[in-house]
């Protein structure tokens, strides 16, 4: 009883920490996830540009930021993002999800590139 | 026994709490649309007039497939596009040449003389009826009982399809500009024959497609943002 009294003590704030350590702690970030739900993407996509800046490994950021390119139809700036987003995370549902739709829409508006833009598996992982 | 009971508790409770941790810095995700800008596919002011020319239709016994195809994108084109759309009675497009007939330049170079029309947009278009059946979840209440329950039951259903080939050809040249294929599917509960009105639900999903390749376009897509 006592083990798991202090492994609690121990762990939770260690759990915080490590959980949320690539938290943007800026205001920047819900501001723009506020901006953004109501269609203000311009404001969304400066905001997530200074946070980004503070946050570079940032995934959640990467496809923000991808989502911003994206509804301003600067296609390829979004492409780069969103590969960024799913190298830092690769087995993120939404990113994933995202980025899937994206090539779809992607590779119509550019069929010749629909070779190249094909999916890489994740990095790290090898295919069996 | 008792020790074991609250170690099992303890170990309940560890577990319960990194979980709302987790939960609590794991972040939401919101849907969100956007707009897609979508450039025109043939180049803006290339070409001043348009004909809509004729569709290659399997004759339905209701329907005159390439006449109606024709008066609706007529009319579409005349109310959404900057384009002069040329009247002229549609042509009847010869089954045997269908895969030919887009390099023919000679062919749509005489059309174009004759109608004054600087592209022409013509092609094939298929409206098929197929019936289906789908498993669904229906809601009844209990003859007895009274309750309301849920079954799952085998429901009729037809798949109303349009399949739609359109080809613009130069008028000047005869050469193919653009093609594409649009395919459209609306299931209606019932057993329901082809008619104009399901035609012009299937058309009005196609539409923005085709004025696509005419003019500008945004087209709507989901996503999701990520919180931390």
Redesign the interface.
């Known amino acids: ?1 006592k083990i ?2 202090l ?2 003590i121990a ?2 704030p260690l ?2 920490g490590v ?2 350590a ?3 702690a800026t205001s920047d ?2 501001f723009a ?1 506020e901006a ?2 109501k269609g203000l ?1 311009k404001e969304a996509l400066f905001r997530w540009k200074t946070a980004l800046e503070k946050n570079p490994d ?1 995934a ?1 950021l990467h ?2 930021l991808a ?1 911003a390119y ?2 301003e ?1 600067e296609y390829d700036l979004a492409l780069e993002e969103y590969r960024i987003a799913r190298r830092l995370d690769p087995d ?1 549902y ?2 994933k ?2 980025y899937d ?2 090539l779809r ?1 992607y590779q119509k ?1 550019n069929p010749e590139k629909g070779e190249k833009e094909t999916e890489k598996p994740p990095p790290d992982r090898t295919i069996q | 026994m008792k020790n074991n009971i ?2 099992r508790l ?2 309940g ?2 577990c319960l ?2 979980g709302l ?2 939960i ?4 939401a ?2 849907l ?1 649309t ?5 450039k025109e596919r043939i180049p803006p002011g290339k070409y001043k007039s348009i004909l809509v020319a004729g569709f290659l239709a399997k004759e339905e016994e209701k329907l005159n497939l390439n006449f109606e195809t024709v008066k609706y994108l007529r009319t579409e084109l005349r109310k959404n596009t900057p384009y002069k759309v040329t009247e002229e009675k549609p042509i009847d497009i010869p089954p045997a040449r269908i895969e030919e007939l887009p390099y023919d330049t000679d062919f749509w170079k005489s059309l174009a003389i004759q109608a004054e029309a600087e592209l022409i947009m013509w092609g094939r278009v298929n409206y098929t009826v197929e019936p289906t059946a789908e498993l669904k979840e229906v809601r009844y209440r209990h003859p007895t009982t009274g309750r309301i329950l849920t079954a799952t039951q085998l429901v009729d259903m037809t798949n109303f399809k349009m399949e739609l080939d359109i080809y613009f050809s130069d008028g000047s040249s005869g050469e193919l500009v653009y093609r594409d294929k649009y395919s459209q599917i609306i299931p209606y509960k019932g057993r329901q024959s082809a008619d104009l009105t399901t035609f012009f639900a299937l058309m009005n999903r196609i539409l923005p497609s085709i004025l696509g390749v005419l003019i500008p376009q945004e087209t709507t ?8």
């Open positions: 009883m798991y009294g492994l609690l762990i939770i759990w915080i959980s949320c690539s938290t943007p970030y819900k996830i953004a739900r993407w940032n959640k496809n923000n989502v994206e509804n139809g993120n939404h990113i999800d995202n739709s994206f829409f508006l | 609250t170690k303890s170990k409770w560890f709490i990194l941790v987790g609590g810095c794991g972040g995700a919101h969100v956007i707009q897609h800008p979508m897509e989901a996503r999701y943002i990520l919180s931390d």
